[in-house]
């Protein structure tokens, strides 16, 4: 399974736009990027998931470029309730049967 | 649907106990995970299973156990407790892309 690297912290205020960068040059040719969000004391929720170029739900963005070893997710106009740590997870569970959690992204948003 | 359940919420054993923790999904997912969940960490892949009758190790699996008789249950065993297993547990099951978390069992081994 493709190693991910992510920014340990990250902090924005209201109103912002969030972008969190993901890395992953082992990426293979069957994986899917998938984004999770965690409050305090509950379990992951997935946010977003793509493939390849632009994906986009009532959430978030998801950018993926041509050579598919970074993506960028986007949460636009951050609100205090965005506060959370942000998973991004390479591979395709229905392949190996498992995925693989990174340590994640705090996101702190300020008022 | 209840989604993904999981009991107890809350537990404390002592070092050398043995206990279950419980997983339950109603959404007849076929993949099941259990992950442990360290302070201040990331999400670490305990055992997972990918249908009735299949059960293989994830990043973790020591001191644990798992068997999966039936779709909708995948119990994670925990053989002679160590206070290194104080961790906050989380089953998760699938069967397209998305995985779904239980709300999670806080175990404390004194």
């Known amino acids: 399974l493709a190693k991910t690297t992510q920014p340990i912290s990250m902090d924005s205020y209201e109103g912002q736009e969030v972008n969190i960068t993901c890395s992953h040059n082992?990426?293979?040719?069957?994986?899917?990027i998938t984004w999770y969000q965690q409050f305090p004391s509950q379990g992951p929720r997935f946010i977003i998931q793509?493939?390849?170029t632009k994906v986009t739900n009532e959430v978030a963005s998801l950018f993926i470029p041509a050579d598919r070893k970074s993506s960028t997710l986007s949460l636009p106009r951050v609100s205090l309730s965005d506060t959370a740590v942000y998973y991004c997870?390479?591979?395709?569970?229905?392949?190996?049967?498992?995925?693989?959690f990174g340590q994640g992204t705090t996101l702190q948003v300020k008022p | 649907n209840a989604g993904v359940t999981q009991t107890p919420k809350f537990q404390v054993l002592k070092t050398g106990q043995s206990m279950t923790l419980q997983c339950a999904q109603d959404?007849?997912?076929?993949?099941m995970s259990w992950y442990r969940q360290d302070p201040g960490m990331g999400l670490r892949l305990i055992h997972y299973?990918?249908?009735?009758?299949?059960?293989d190790q994830g990043e973790v699996p020591n001191g644990y156990n798992v068997s999966r008789s039936t779709t909708e249950d995948f119990p994670l065993r925990l053989l002679s407790a160590a206070p290194s297993q104080t961790s906050v547990y989380f089953c998760?099951?699938?069967?397209?892309?998305?995985?779904?978390f239980g709300p999670g069992t806080r175990l404390t081994v004194l």
């Open positions: 997870l390479v591979g395709d569970i229905r392949d190996t049967g498992k995925l693989i």
């Open positions: 998760a099951s699938s069967q397209g892309l998305e995985q779904f």
């Open positions: 793509g493939y390849k």
């Open positions: 959404m007849n997912h076929e993949y």
């Open positions: 082992n990426i293979a040719t069957n994986d899917y």
């Open positions: 299973s990918v249908g009735a009758g299949i059960t």
